[in-house]
């Protein structure tokens, strides 16, 4: 049943977050386990409803998938399985197609609904589909559905650049597919976010050999199968720089335990710009206001540039930031749908192409509205809580897809926010 948040704001937040598993580190990990004979056990695995879905749609082709323990999975896909992502998980979740690589490296067979559009803007496969043709596959296209085929992959030179950059999923797609072809591979411009490396590791650990060779290369020299790993997802970068957020918002004071700080350095330095003062802990990070807000410009680009999935969040800091700051997104230049909601709560927010420009407000005032996409719906929370009165939101399935327990968490640390049904009063 569809379910919305009624939050309350006005108060600072104040505590400790302990950061859960990265979900795009888990989702092509579980992948990947259709590649591993031997079985895959994870561990830090974040309870949240893509995690789900990538459940379904491995069960769904033959993989026995247990929970040993609270935050693992072990999961076994079998000798023969239905290489088949039909559209209705697809369209669920992207991710899906991170699938692809590997049944495509083990089984040598892979039909995948193509994902189709999006919330956050044009998001092709094309550049996944190039480079699983470069290593030897025969792709056609045909009722909205991918097929692949081979005999042998064969190791090649492959370049992963896009207009906008290198591609992160289609990075491992890549990656996994390589593993196991025949030969030496080279990834040119691969993606170097923390949680491609996160694979790397995983894959590894399972007999590949997989190296970096610094600039966005990766070399894969091709091993005939691989075995069984045990692997431990790494902190959510995305979590941990949302609740950063949350705490200059608010005015508050938070405890990040196990935040990734290593893997958010520019983010980092940006919310130092903006006003943060940031206490290092051996495995913990402090974050709370040094004086008041300064505006800043923020340009979302590849890894170790500000993340994308961060941008929404920002435009809720800029949106009570004395003074005019801007936002440009390199990587999806469309994602701005939240700007409109954050403007219902009286945000000052002007985009034009791929950049936003916006004059800080003293005080947002809460408002009914409607969640478009996953990091959307974290930011328009995020300003509920600095907004005056109530502001309830709605379809928060979206934010259910990425945040483990959101609600829950802020309200261990005195968030005003209660889940209700669509049909409750
Ligand atoms: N692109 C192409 N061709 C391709 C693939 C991508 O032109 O074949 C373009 C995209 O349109 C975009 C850019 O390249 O402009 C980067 O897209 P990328 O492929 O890297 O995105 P993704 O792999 O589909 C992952 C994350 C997203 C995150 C982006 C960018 C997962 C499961 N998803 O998506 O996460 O925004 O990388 O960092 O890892 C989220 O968690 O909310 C989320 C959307």
């Given at each position: 049943?569809?379910?919305?948040?009624?939050?309350?704001?006005?108060q600072?937040?104040?505590g400790?977050?302990t950061i859960?598993g990265?979900k795009?580190?888990?989702?092509?990990a579980?992948?990947?386990a259709?590649a591993?004979p031997?079985g895959l056990?994870?561990?830090?695995?974040?309870?949240?409803l893509?995690?789900?879905t990538m459940?379904?749609l491995?069960?769904?082709?033959?993989?026995?998938i247990t929970a040993?323990h609270?935050?693992?999975?072990?999961?076994?896909?079998?000798?023969t399985?239905n290489?088949?992502?039909?559209?209705?998980?697809v369209?669920?979740m992207?991710?899906?197609?991170?699938?692809?690589g590997?049944?495509?490296?083990?089984f040598?067979?892979?039909?995948v609904?193509?994902?189709?559009?999006?919330?956050?803007?044009?998001?092709?496969?094309?550049?996944h589909?190039?480079?699983?043709?470069a290593?030897?596959?025969?792709?056609?296209i045909?009722?909205?559905?991918?097929?692949a085929?081979?005999?042998?992959?064969?190791g090649t030179t492959?370049?992963?650049?896009?207009?906008a950059?290198p591609?992160?999923?289609?990075t491992?797609?890549i990656?996994i597919?390589?593993t196991?072809?025949?030969?030496?591979t080279v990834?040119?411009?691969?993606a170097?976010?923390p949680e491609v490396?996160d694979?790397?590791?995983?894959?590894?650990?399972?007999?590949?050999?997989?190296?970096y060779?610094?600039h966005?290369?990766?070399e894969?020299?091709?091993?005939d199968?691989?075995?069984?790993?045990?692997?431990?997802?790494?902190?959510?970068?995305?979590?941990a720089?949302?609740?950063?957020?949350?705490?200059l918002?608010t005015n508050?004071r938070?405890?990040?335990?196990?935040?990734?700080?290593?893997?958010?350095?520019?983010?980092?330095?940006?919310?130092?710009?903006?006003g943060?003062?940031?206490?290092l802990?051996?495995?913990?990070?402090?974050v709370q206001?040094?004086?008041p807000?300064?505006?800043a410009?923020?340009i979302a680009?590849?890894?170790?540039?500000?993340?994308?999935?961060l941008?929404a969040?920002?435009?809720?800091?800029?949106?009570?930031?004395p003074?005019?700051?801007r936002?440009?997104?390199?990587v999806?230049?469309?994602r701005?749908?939240?700007?409109a909601?954050l403007?219902?709560?009286?945000?000052?927010?002007?985009?034009?192409?791929?950049q936003?420009?916006?004059?800080?407000?003293?005080?947002?005032?809460?408002a009914?509205l409607?969640?478009t996409?996953?990091?959307?719906s974290a930011a328009?929370?995020?300003?509920g809580?600095?907004?005056?009165g109530t502001?309830?939101?709605?379809?928060i399935?979206?934010?259910?897809?990425?945040?483990?327990?959101?609600?829950?968490?802020?309200?261990?640390?005195?968030?005003?926010v209660r889940?209700?049904s669509?049909?409750?009063?």
């Amino acid at each position: 049943m569809s379910e919305r948040l009624e939050i309350h704001g006005g108060q600072p937040l104040d505590g400790t977050v302990t950061i859960s598993g990265s979900k795009n580190a888990t989702l092509p990990a579980m992948a990947a386990a259709l590649a591993l004979p031997g079985g895959l056990l994870l561990s830090g695995v974040p309870d949240l409803l893509d995690v789900h879905t990538m459940r379904q749609l491995l069960t769904s082709m033959g993989t026995t998938i247990t929970a040993p323990h609270n935050g693992q999975l072990f999961l076994q896909a079998p000798d023969t399985l239905n290489p088949n992502a039909p559209w209705e998980l697809v369209s669920r979740m992207r991710a899906s197609v991170c699938v692809l690589g590997p049944l495509l490296s083990r089984f040598r067979h892979a039909r995948v609904a193509l994902p189709g559009g999006c919330n956050i803007g044009h998001r092709p496969i094309d550049l996944h589909l190039r480079g699983l043709a470069a290593l030897g596959a025969d792709i056609s296209i045909s009722e909205g559905c991918v097929s692949a085929r081979c005999s042998q992959l064969i190791g090649t030179t492959i370049d992963l650049a896009g207009p906008a950059g290198p591609t992160v999923t289609g990075t491992c797609n890549i990656l996994i597919a390589a593993t196991l072809a025949k030969g030496h591979t080279v990834i040119r411009n691969a993606a170097r976010e923390p949680e491609v490396q996160d694979l790397a590791t995983l894959l590894n650990a399972a007999g590949a050999r997989i190296s970096y060779a610094g600039h966005g290369t990766i070399e894969i020299h091709g091993v005939d199968s691989l075995g069984s790993a045990t692997h431990t997802v790494s902190p959510d970068r995305i979590e941990a720089g949302t609740f950063a957020v949350a705490a200059l918002l608010t005015n508050g004071r938070l405890t990040l335990q196990h935040a990734p700080t290593h893997a958010l350095t520019d983010f980092l330095e940006l919310l130092q710009q903006v006003g943060a003062r940031l206490t290092l802990l051996p495995n913990a990070l402090i974050v709370q206001r040094d004086g008041p807000l300064r505006p800043a410009h923020a340009i979302a680009q590849p890894y170790p540039g500000i993340p994308t999935d961060l941008q929404a969040q920002l435009m809720a800091l800029f949106a009570c930031t004395p003074g005019e700051s801007r936002i440009t997104d390199l990587v999806f230049p469309e994602r701005f749908r939240h700007a409109a909601e954050l403007i219902r709560l009286g945000a000052d927010i002007h985009v034009v192409g791929n950049q936003a420009r916006i004059r800080g407000v003293s005080r947002l005032s809460g408002a009914p509205l409607t969640a478009t996409d996953l990091r959307a719906s974290a930011a328009l929370v995020l300003a509920g809580l600095a907004a005056s009165g109530t502001t309830i939101l709605h379809r928060i399935h979206h934010l259910d897809r990425g945040y483990q327990h959101f609600d829950e968490k802020l309200r261990a640390v005195g968030g005003q926010v209660r889940r209700l049904s669509e049909s409750s009063g």
